[in-house]
């Protein structure tokens, strides 16, 4: 009996802080990295592997880069240079024209404008805690989009020159592009998605055809299909030009494949939910509104931000119509004889990656975030 | 001529609260309800039970049209239920409902839960409806509780939430779908209790429940059906002390001992 007692009083007292072997950075690496066997197997081989490639990669992308020159010649392997790294003088060069493209220089001004507006209706629509956020979608998406067109395309009355898409270019375009994508993307695909469960037939097989139909073809058929064939039923005045037809048909696909995901999330959604909103007397759009999907886009969150993301890469496909997004303006200043040395392609494609990881681990992030605070919200 | 609880001046109710005529719905091949008829008086309060799978809940569920029929008639407080969307808005504005799993809605607070049809149905003032909810969710007694998400809450809390919820549309009839099935044994009295109380008042009420207790204190009339018939209707001393039909003893035999 009293040795109960004793084993009692010399166990450890209860606290609120876990025993140091568990806590601390030696605990959080035998935690983490040396737990099993195979575990420290695995931890070994990744050092070895960092070891064996991190140091050739910060010496090609960092200590034997050439941070500037005016043509080839300073990224040629010299007597000084014998092995020369990724060549930054070139992206330096032709930076403007990855970002403007053909944008005439006088009126670069417009373009960079119109990333301060699209930035900040980003950050003022996504950040949570930013004051009057029901304003921020008014202006997202009824005055962004005006002014946008105002200050690229441009209004003579306002004494903006008229810029044709022609010369828009680069960054520019590949954001124009993502951003149409990913703003039309949502709403037509909720809406083809409630079109695909609909009761009426009609709106039914309508949803599913376009959705099957342009889902069951590859995303270049669509391109050519809007580029193409758009002008031949449109009369020839009223013909889109090159750039909205591009943009109509990335708004197409991107909203069948968004389709597909919202059903995905309303297929998530309990019975019970529609049928309490309509024992409640909710009409069919507000119970849709108010109840099922900010249930189902809020289950489905991850995938649509994964069709964002393959959204926004896929906007590099444009080029096959003949548009001059940013992956092609690397493509064509590549190309510039003044410019031929072995590692240009590999630093504009690096430049290019960059680029895009910033956008997608970006917008993955972001997600993650909103996902973690819904969690802790304890609403699940 | 209408009970002095509902007598709140708009609309002079009819005395026939619900009235089902020559019901019949198939699922399929399935005979779910055969031939039904009842007429439930104004402020009279009717528990249903029955074996699983007789159509108890079917029922119930025609009352505000969560479920269609092929034949028959079903008029609740005067309006007549066809397809008529206008009709059926009208009816479950009218009609409160209370769920086996309760149906709150995850993404919405408690209060949220409350005023959303109030505002969005009946167009009320957010600050109106406010006050509104806290009303019925202190009635429940959980007034503390408003500004929580459902999750957080236990089944009989959030049951009771479902229940002020449905109140606060200011229903003249309630209906309550096997309200304490889901629930852990401990909390089936706070329900229970919160369901008399609504009683007390006066409302029309419809209870598809096994709880005999509950239907010996409170019932008007007993309802028991199977195999999608009312086989026996009898007042609550009658039912437990002389069931008129063999089933009806088999039944009670089984779920009283």
Known sequence: MSAIEQRARSDPPRTSVPPSARSGMFGWLRANLFSSPVNIALTLLCIVFFAWALPSLLRFFFFDAVWSGADRQACLASPMRPHPGACWAFVRVWLAYFVYGFYPAGQRWRVDLFFLALAFGVVWLLRLSAPRRDLSAFYFFIVLPVLSFVLLHGAPYLGLATVPTALWGGILVTIVVATVGIVFSLPLGILLALGRRSDKPVVRLLAVSFIEVVRGVPVITVLFMASVMLPLFVPEPLAPDKLLRALIGVAMFASAYMAEVVRGGLAAVPRGQYEAARALGLSYWRMMALVILPQALQATLPNIVNTFIGLFKDTTLVFVVGIFDFLRTIEAARADPKWAAPNIPVTGYAFAALFYFIFCYGMSRYAQSVEARLARGGRR | ?257
């Not at chain 2, 619900?18 to 091949?29: H, M, N, R």
């Not at chain 2, 799978?53 to 239920?81: A, F, M, P, Y």
């Not at chain 2, 089944?155 to 549309?169: E, K, N, P």
């Open chain 2, 1 to 257: 001529m209408t009970d002095p609880a509902n007598d709140s001046g708009a609309t002079v109710l009819p005395d026939v609260a619900v009235e089902i005529i020559d019901l019949d719905k198939w699922y399929g091949d399935f005979h779910v309800l055969r031939d039904i008829n009842l007429k439930v008086a104004r402020g009279e309060r009717i528990v249903i039970c029955g074996p699983s799978g007789g159509g108890k809940s079917t029922l119930l569920r025609c009352i505000n049209r969560l479920e269609d029929w092929q034949r028959g008639r079903v008029i609740v407080d005067g309006v007549e239920l066809t397809e008529d969307p206008k009709h059926i808005v009208a009816v479950r504005r009218d009609v409160g409902m209370v769920f086996q799993h309760f149906n709150l809605f995850p993404h919405l607070t408690v209060l949220e839960n409350c005023t959303l049809a109030p505002i969005w149905v009946r167009h009320m003032p957010r600050r109106e409806a406010d006050a509104l909810a806290m009303t019925y969710l202190t009635r429940v007694k959980i007034p503390d509780q408003a500004h929580k998400y459902p999750a957080r809450l236990s089944g009989g809390q959030q049951q009771r939430v479902a229940i002020a919820r449905a109140l606060c549309m200011n229903p003249n009839i309630m209906l309550f779908d096997e309200p304490t099935s889901a629930l852990d044994p401990e909390m089936v009295k706070e329900v229970l209790d919160t369901m008399v109380e609504l009683a007390d008042d006066g409302i029309t009420m419809l209870v598809v429940s096994h709880e005999m207790g509950f239907a010996r204190q409170v019932a008007n009339r007993i309802i028991f059906m199977a195999d999608g018939e009312i086989v026996e209707i009898n007042e609550p001393k009658a039912f437990f002390a002389s069931p008129q039909h063999e089933r009806t003893r088999l039944f009670l035999q089984q779920i009283l001992h």
